[in-house]
Nanobody, 117 residues
Framework: VQLVESGGGLVQPGGSLRLSCAGSGFTFSSFAMSWYRQAPGNERELVARISSGGGIINYADSVKGRFTISRDNAKNTVSLQMNSLKPEDTAVYYC???????????WGQGTQVTVSS
């Protein structure tokens, strides 16, 4: 089982980044997928979640209107489009997958996003 994130990097405030996560080794289309983030000294927090079929999407209040989560079950990928980035969005972003029953769940290794001028 693997979740591999890509697309992180350094961006100026107001800029955009697109994160991608590729899943393998499990039935991707059966899993709700999420993006979490963790900044230094902070707990890991949920950023956005999309249901297995893509019909239900939730966002943290801090990213509503700026971030968009999407998935392609044919390609086993989930993406996070991040616009109007702020310095407080700086964190390691993790891809997460979970079945409705709560197990199993899988985590990616994380990708660093730094928003700084």
């Amino acid at each position: 089982v693997q979740l591999v994130e890509s697309g992180g990097g350094l961006v100026q405030p107001g800029g955009s980044l697109r994160l991608s996560c590729a899943g393998s080794g499990f039935t991707f289309s059966s899993f709700a997928m999420s993006w979490y983030r963790q900044a230094p000294g902070n707990e890991r927090e949920l950023v956005a979640r999309i249901s297995s079929g893509g019909g239900i999407i939730n966002y943290a209040d801090s990213v509503k209107g700026r971030f968009t989560i999407s998935r392609d079950n044919a390609k086993n990928t989930v993406s996070l489009q991040m616009n109007s980035l702020k310095p407080e969005d700086t964190a390691v972003y993790y891809c997460h997958g979970i079945l409705r029953a709560g197990v199993p769940e899988y985590w990616g290794q994380g990708t660093q996003v730094t928003v700084s001028s």
